[in-house]
């Protein structure tokens, strides 16, 4: 991203010869001006600034697990639009063990605001993890 510019409002001595109706105008545009360069250092995030949700689940593995039956992972959509993503933010098994190798992308559908994850491959049969999950 480009370097933000070092000056942050602009005073009425900036505008030679304005009318009287530009003070509130040069008021409420400093003050969305402030909102936006502070934003843009590095306060930005996913669920106040951009439609996500982030959701943190718990889930036993089934024994079978390795060979596709996945138990029912799933939870309702507050974003207001058609779920373009679901991604893995963190996994991690509730007993504390470290996790082995890579952990794979989910599987996921979406059906009237409600987000099932199928699958993720690379955990182990009959094991409790929790995970966060980024919608967008």
């Keep these: 991203m480009a370097r933000l510019p070092t000056t942050k409002r602009v005073a009425k001595e900036d505008i ?25 250092q590095g306060t930005l995030t996913f669920v106040e600034n951009i439609q996500a949700q982030i959701k943190e689940m718990a889930f036993t593995t089934s024994a079978d697990y390795s060979t596709g039956d996945f138990p029912d992972v799933s939870f309702t959509s507050s974003i207001r639009m058609r779920v373009k ?8 098994r509730t ?14 559908q979406e ?26």
């Design 111 to 136: 059906n009237a605001g409600i987000i099932q994850v199928r699958y993720i491959g690379g955990l182990l049969d009959s094991t409790r993890y929790t995970a966060r999950f980024l919608v967008v």
């Design 85 to 92: 993503g679901v991604f893995i933010m963190q996994i991690q």
């Design 95 to 108: 007993d504390g063990a470290i996790i082995e190798g890579p952990v794979g992308h989910p599987d996921w």
């Design 16 to 40: 030679k010869g304005s009318p009287s109706w530009f003070d509130p105008f040069l008021s409420a545009y400093n003050t969305a001006l402030d909102a936006i360069w502070n934003a843009l």
